[in-house]
């Protein structure tokens, strides 16, 4: 049973736009979740994260939504950028302090410019 | 953001065959994970590493599987003997502390022949 989702494998969007990447999750004890941008070849690079005590989290163009009620979260990229084209994962953790991170396969953005 | 090292990038390898990982964390981080990825399929969490001591691992840390960071040295994976569906993207991450941010290396492509 996947324990995180990303409703989209892949997302286009004009240069400019928002762009809106979705994730929910099973697992009610997550509290931390990461998102990361991922280049090919390249390793998962931390973008930005939330812990489940807040709702929003912004820094610079990116900002995550978090809804603990309905379990789901999104991550906004305002002024999208060509450069933005990458994967982003969605990850969770929480219900130990071991930080097992569970991922999400993946959301392609494609920013056209 | 802090860098964490990974070699080889690449290692191609005869199924039977032992392979070591090696992964440079960074420096004052005290847990270490290994994450496996196969082609187009999401990031699978294996084990997580802390004081000397395997803390969580996952039913994808199979029994050929050790991991060990003698002396604060490298932080590596072992696999022995390797099989073909070892074949993957090992991604090594590391943080301070456990729910903590998680930083992660480029990673080590293996192919298992």
């Known amino acids: 049973q996947q324990q995180v989702r990303q409703s989209s494998q892949s997302l286009t969007v004009w240069e400019g736009e928002t762009a809106i990447l979705n994730c929910s999750y099973e697992?009610?004890?997550?509290?931390?979740f990461p998102w990361y941008q991922q280049f090919p070849g390249e390793g998962p690079a931390l973008l930005i994260a939330i812990r489940s005590v807040s709702d929003k989290k912004e820094d610079g163009r990116f900002t995550i939504f978090f809804n603990k009620r309905e379990k789901n979260l999104s991550l906004h990229i305002k002024d999208s950028q060509p450069g933005d084209s990458a994967t982003y994962f969605c990850a969770a953790s929480g219900g130990s302090a071991l930080g097992r991170l569970h991922f999400g396969a993946g959301t392609q953005l494609i920013v056209i410019p | 953001g802090p860098k964490v090292l990974q070699i080889p990038s690449h290692q191609i390898i005869d199924m039977g065959q032992m392979v070591t990982l090696n992964c440079d964390p960074v420096?004052?981080?005290?847990?270490f994970y290994w994450y496996k990825q196969i082609l187009g399929q999401q990031m699978e969490f294996l084990v997580n590493?802390?004081?000397?001591?395997?803390?969580?691992k996952s039913k994808l840390f199979k029994d050929q599987f050790s991991v060990e960071r003698p002396d604060g040295s490298y932080f590596t994976l072992k696999i022995q003997p390797t099989a073909l569906e070892d074949s993957a993207v090992y991604f090594c991450?590391?943080?301070?502390?456990?729910?903590?941010?998680?930083?992660f290396g480029p990673g080590t492509r293996l192919t298992v022949l």
């Open positions: 590493f802390y004081n000397g001591k395997v803390m969580e």
């Open positions: 697992n009610s004890a997550f509290d931390y």
């Open positions: 991450a590391s943080s301070f502390l456990g729910g903590d941010e998680q930083y």
């Open positions: 420096s004052n981080h005290l847990y």
